[in-house]
């Protein structure tokens, strides 16, 4: 009866450490990806909650405004037609509005308060009026 030859010892041992040492690393490369796509994340997570507390200050301004005498008078004297006691009306007449006058201009991208809030000489300057 033949025997097999065994291998020697170290050969024995080197292989489960080279085994192990391969998952160790594979562990760890999958931890590293995976904090460095966490990080990417909380990057993105945090430029939008800056953008969202942007936007919550802009509402908070535009609904004081609409709080506002100030608002409350612009209304009556534009859309209403008031005037206060001692003041005349003065009704100027115009060349006939085309369609495209009476729409009012929407800027691409805004979001729908700046559109609703923007006046026409604003936008020519790129500023929304309060």
Same mark, same amino acid.
């Given at each position: ?7 020697? /010892?170290? #050969?024995? /041992?080197? *292989?489960?450490?080279i085994l192990i040492a391969g998952y160790l690393a594979?562990?760890?490369?999958? &931890? @590293? @990806?995976?904090? &460095?796509?966490?990080? =990417?994340?909380?990057?993105r997570l945090r430029a939008e909650i800056r953008e969202l ?11 004081? &405004?609409? %709080?506002?005498?100030? &608002?409350? %008078? ?8 008031? @005037?206060? !006691?001692? %003041?005349? /009306? *003065? ?8 369609? =495209?006058? #009476?729409?009012?201009?929407? #800027? !691409? =991208?805004?979001?729908?308060? %700046?559109?609703?809030? #923007? ?6 300057? =790129?500023? !929304?009026?309060?």
């Open positions: 009866m033949s025997r097999l030859p065994h291998p020697p /010892l170290p #050969t024995l /041992l080197l *292989v489960p450490a594979f562990t760890s490369g999958r &931890y @590293v @990806v995976h904090n &460095y796509q966490l990080n =990417g994340d909380e990057q507390d942007r936007d919550r200050e802009q509402l908070g301004a535009i609904h004081d &405004y609409l %709080e506002s005498d100030e &608002y409350v %008078e612009d209304v009556a004297r534009r859309v209403l037609g008031l @005037v206060r !006691p001692g %003041e005349t /009306l *003065v009704v100027v007449s115009g060349a006939e509005a085309t369609p =495209g006058d #009476t729409q009012a201009a929407v #800027t !691409p =991208g805004a979001r729908w308060w %700046e559109n609703l809030f #923007t006046r026409p000489e604003a936008m020519a300057s =790129g500023t !929304p009026a309060p």
